[in-house]
C-alpha cells in the first residue's frame, strides 16, 4: 500500500519474539508442550519460588547461535542475562529472566524482496534470549483466568532497527523471518498458537527529515496480515493527525482485527522503568570459538541456498523455486517426490497447483495432505511414459485424495489405461469423420477451430483414454486425404 500522502514517509520497527523449540523450558524441567491442561506444566523454579535457582537450557544458547549466524549477527563471546521487573499477574515471580545491555547476537541484518522487484537490507540490532510470562484469559468468565503453563518458555526477541518503510516491507520482514526459523527447526512459526509474535513501533515524519515522529507501539496481531492491515491503519491516523495539527500521543495500541483499528491500550509518555540488573543466580554466557563452531557445523540449509540449489539442480524457472522454497515442508515434499520421478518440471506444475490449491483450500500443512509424495512421483511416471493422459491422471489425483492407493494399480483396476496403438485409434477418427461431414467441409474451408471439435468427439469416444498428441498427429492426416 501506498502511503496516501508523499509528503511522509513511516518509520517502523518490529520485535519478534519466537518461542524456541525446545522439550523443557529455559530454566528449569518442565514441558513446553502446547495444549496441557492449564496450571500443569510448572514447577518450583517457573513459578519463581524463594529459594529456587534456574538452570539454563543448554539448547536454548545453541538454537539462539544458529539464529545469530543465519541473519549475519556478531555473537557475542560473553553476555548476561538480566531481571526485567514488572508486576503482572501472570508473571508469579514479579520479574521476567531476558538480556538487556549485553545481549547475546547484534548487528545482523537479513534482505528481502519486494513487489517492484528491489530488495532491500533490514539491520537487526539485536537478538537475545529471554522466558516467557503465563497467559491472562479475560473472555471465559466474568474473572480473570490465569494459566502460568508458559511461564519460562524459552524465546527469542529479534529486534530490527527501524528500517522498515511500509507495510509490505514489514510483511516480508516477517515472512523471512518465519522461513528463517522454520528451516532451523528452532519455532514452528504459529502465530495463532502464539509461538510467534509481533510488536511494532510506528511513527511518520516529513521525508527528508531525519528526526523521528512520536511513536506508538502496536500489540495483538496474530497474523502476517493483521501486521499489514494493523501497520496501514496506524500510518494513516497519524498522518491525519499530523494534517489536522493535533498532537500523537505515545502510547500502546491494541489491534482489533475485527473492528479493523487499533485501540488505546496504556499511555507511554515516558519509557518503562523495568529496572534491569544482572540476575544474580545465572553466570554470565560464553560462546566461545569452539562452542560457535561446533554450532555453526549444525547450521542447514537456509532458504535462499535451496532457492538457487532447486533452480540448478531440478533447471526450475526461478518463479517456480521460489513457491516451494518459501516453505520447508513443501520444498522437502518435493524432493521426496523427485526421488520416484526425474520430470522436475510436471513435479514442481503437481505442487504449486494440485498440492497447494488442496492445502489452501482445506487450511491444512502438508502434513496432513493425503497423497504420499511417492504416489505422487507414481502417477507423473504414469503421464510421462504414456501411461496415462493428463485428463485422466486428474481422475485419477481424485481417487488418490480419497484412498492414497498406489496409482498403478487404480489404472488398472478402472481400465484407464492410455490407447496408444496408431491403428486403433486410427479406425476411431475415420468413423468420427464419417459420421461429422459437415464439419469437414468447415475445416477444409479455413476453419481451423473445427479441429477441437473433432478431438473431443475423438476424446469422447475413447472415453478420454486416446493419447492427445496420436489423435491430433493422425486427425490432421486423415483430414488432408479429403483435399485429395
Not at 87 to 95: E, I, N, Q, T, V
Not at 298 to 315: A, I
Not at 434 to 442: A, G, L, P, R, S
Request: charged share 30%.
Amino acid at each position: 500500500m501506498q502511503i496516501k500522502d508523499s509528503k511522509y514517509e513511516a518509520v517502523i520497527g518490529l520485535e519478534v519474539h519466537a518461542q524456541l523449540l525446545t522439550e523443557t523450558k529455559a530454566f528449569c524441567g518442565c514441558s513446553t508442550k502446547f495444549g496441557n491442561a492449564p496450571n500443569s506444566n510448572v514447577c518450583p523454579v517457573c513459578l519463581g519460588h524463594p529459594g529456587m535457582l534456574p538452570v539454563l537450557n543448554k539448547k536454548v544458547v545453541e538454537f539462539t547461535v544458529l539464529m545469530g549466524l543465519a541473519t549475519n549477527c556478531t555473537i557475542n563471546k560473553n553476555s548476561i542475562f538480566a531481571r526485567k521487573n514488572y508486576f503482572y499477574p501472570d508473571l508469579p515471580k514479579g520479574y521476567q529472566i531476558s538480556q538487556y545491555e549485553e545481549p547475546i547476537c547484534e548487528n545482523g541484518f537479513i534482505e528481502v524482496n519486494l513487489s517492484d522487484g528491489s530488495t532491500k537490507k533490514i539491520r537487526i540490532k539485536r537478538i537475545h534470549m529471554e522466558e516467557d510470562a503465563g497467559k491472562s484469559i479475560h473472555d471465559q468468565s466474568e474473572y480473570t483466568l490465569v494459566d502460568v503453563n508458559r511461564c519460562g518458555v524459552p524465546l527469542i526477541e529479534i529486534v530490527t532497527e527501524p528500517d522498515i518503510n511500509s507495510s509490505e516491507e514489514a510483511y516480508q520482514y516477517l515472512t523471512k523471518i518465519k522461513q528463517i526459523v522454520q528451516y532451523l527447526g528452532i519455532c514452528d512459526g504459529n502465530m495463532e498458537e502464539g509461538s510467534l509474535r509481533c510488536d511494532a513501533n510506528v511513527s511518520v515524519r516529513l521525508k527528508g527529515d531525519k528526526k523521528l515522529g512520536v511513536k506508538t507501539e502496536i500489540k495483538n496481531m496474530n497474523s502476517f496480515r493483521n501486521v499489514e492491515r494493523a501497520l496501514n491503519y496506524e500510518i494513516e491516523r497519524q498522518i491525519d493527525l499530523i494534517e489536522d495539527s493535533e498532537k500523537i500521543i505515545q502510547q500502546t495500541l491494541l489491534w482489533n482485527a475485527d473492528l479493523n483499528e487499533a485501540l488505546p491500550m496504556r499511555t507511554k509518555e515516558e519509557a518503562h522503568d523495568y529496572r534491569y540488573f544482572p540476575d544474580p543466580d545465572l553466570l554470565p554466557v560464553i560462546v566461545d570459538d569452539e562452542w560457535r563452531n561446533i554450532i555453526a557445523a549444525t547450521m542447514p540449509e537456509l532458504p535462499e541456498q535451496k532457492f538457487r540449489r532447486f533452480v540448478s539442480q531440478y533447471n526450475l524457472p526461478d518463479y517456480d523455486a521460489e513457491i516451494l522454497t518459501q516453505s520447508k515442508t513443501i520444498a522437502d515434499y518435493f524432493e521426496k517426490v523427485t526421488n520416484v520421478t526425474k520430470d522436475y518440471k510436471s513435479v514442481s506444475n503437481w505442487v504449486m497447483t494440485e498440492v497447494l490449491g488442496y492445502l489452501n483450500e482445506h487450511k491444512t500443512e502438508i502434513d496432513s495432505f493425503p497423497v504420499s509424495a511417492e504416489n505422487l512421483g507414481k502417477l507423473i511416471n504414469l503421464i510421462s511414459n504414456g501411461t496415462i493422459s493428463s485428463k485422466i491422471a486428474k481422475e485419477v489425483y481424485l481417487t488418490l485424495l480419497e484412498s492414497n492407493e498406489d496409482p498403478e494399480k487404480i489404472v488398472k483396476e478402472k481400465n484407464l489405461i492410455q490407447i496408444s496403438d496408431e491403428g486403433e485409434i486410427t479406425k476411431i477418427i475415420q468413423d468420427v469423420l464419417q459420421k461429422n461431414k459437415n464439419q469437414i467441409d468447415e475445416y477444409l474451408s479455413g476453419k481451423d477451430k473445427v479441429l477441437g471439435f473433432f478431438v473431443g468427439q475423438v476424446m469422447k469416444e475413447t472415453k478420454g483414454k486416446a493419447n492427445p498428441q496420436l489423435v491430433n498427429q493422425i486427425l490432421k492426416s486423415e483430414l488432408e486425404k479429403f483435399r485429395k
